[in-house]
């Protein structure tokens, strides 16, 4: 059995009263979620999402991982078990700007609108998770 691990965090900003995350659209899969990527080795997960989602995006981002830490674990593969770890990440730039090999398009949404645009059941739970979280937070 072969493991992967990736960590990435659901970004977000305020825009007008509302709240906002930040989502990717993956050029192989044409799925839209979150910006997320393979640890290297001597990172912690929190300087692999800060990385990966700079990479990704260009966005630059502030963590609390004492705040807020999911994971999802799952078999892409038949011989293959992934961990994805997720934080809720604030935005500290807005400058979108898609990596070209990996991403086709990014994506501010509301919120409460980002479940109807991500296919995958365990993403749709994370952003659920993270409207309550945020919503708890007072942010």
């Given at each position: 059995m072969?493991?992967?691990?990736?960590?990435g965090a659901?970004?977000?900003?305020?825009?007008?009263g509302?709240?906002?995350i930040?989502?990717?659209?993956?050029?192989?899969s044409?799925?839209w979620?979150f910006p997320?990527g393979h640890m290297e080795?001597?990172?912690?997960?929190t300087?692999?999402?800060?990385r990966?989602?700079?990479?990704?995006?260009n966005?630059d981002?502030?963590?609390?991982d004492s705040?807020?830490?999911e994971?999802?674990?799952?078999?892409?593969?038949?011989?293959t078990?992934?961990?994805?770890?997720?934080?809720?990440?604030?935005?500290?730039?807005?400058d979108?700007v898609p990596?070209?090999e990996?991403?086709?398009?990014?994506?501010?949404?509301?919120?409460?609108q980002?479940?109807s645009?991500?296919?995958y059941d365990n993403d749709?739970l994370?952003?659920?998770?993270v409207?309550?979280?945020?919503?708890m937070?007072?942010i």
């Amino acid at each position: 059995m072969n493991y992967e691990k990736s960590c990435g965090a659901i970004v977000y900003r305020k825009h007008y009263g509302n709240t906002e995350i930040l989502l990717i659209k993956h050029i192989k899969s044409g799925y839209w979620s979150f910006p997320k990527g393979h640890m290297e080795d001597g990172e912690s997960e929190t300087e692999t999402a800060v990385r990966e989602i700079k990479e990704e995006t260009n966005i630059d981002i502030s963590i609390d991982d004492s705040s807020f830490r999911e994971t999802v674990v799952f078999n892409p593969r038949r011989d293959t078990r992934k961990e994805v770890v997720y934080f809720v990440a604030r935005a500290t730039s807005f400058d979108c700007v898609p990596q070209e090999e990996e991403i086709s398009e990014i994506r501010w949404v509301e919120i409460s609108q980002a479940a109807s645009h991500l296919a995958y059941d365990n993403d749709k739970l994370i952003v659920n998770k993270v409207r309550a979280f945020l919503a708890m937070s007072k942010i």
